[in-house]
Nanobody, 119 residues
Framework: QVQLVESGGGLVQAGGSLRLSCAVS????????MGWYRQAPGKQRELVAQ???????VYVDSVEGRFTISRDNAKNTVYLQMNSLKPEDTAVYYC?????????????WGQGTQVTVSS
């Protein structure tokens, strides 16, 4: 059994900052890629940022330079620091984690956390 618990969403004014967290617990052997996705109303879910087990990162162009993804392997937690937020960043943010058990591997999704940026 693997659980993901997200936190850190909320309402913020444009230009403000938020930090999202996603903690993974359960029967885990290792965690590979960890990522953040978002889905705005009427739009498809999109990748925002991801970080591999080796620490390599990828960002969608629209957040490059404003958002920073990081991970704490000791805590099985991934973070998304969001600065200079814009109204177009408003969405439900989901973490996705590639988890390895002893003899299995699969992706798990968090429950989602709402981020609302007011203009």
């Amino acid at each position: 059994q693997v659980q993901l618990v997200e936190s850190g969403g909320g309402l913020v004014q444009a230009g403000g900052s938020l930090r999202l967290s996603c903690a993974v617990s359960g029967s885990i052997f290792s965690i590979n890629t960890m990522g953040w996705y978002r889905q705005a109303p009427g739009k498809q879910r999109e990748l925002v940022a991801q970080i591999t087990g080796g620490g390599s990162t990828v960002y969608v162009d629209s957040v490059e330079g404003r958002f920073t993804i990081s991970r704490d392997n000791a805590k099985n937690t991934v973070y998304l620091q969001m600065n200079s937020l814009k109204p177009e960043d408003t969405a439900v943010y989901y973490c996705k984690v590639d988890v390895h058990g002893r003899q299995w591997e699969r992706d798990f999704w968090g429950q989602g956390t709402q981020v609302t940026v007011s203009s």
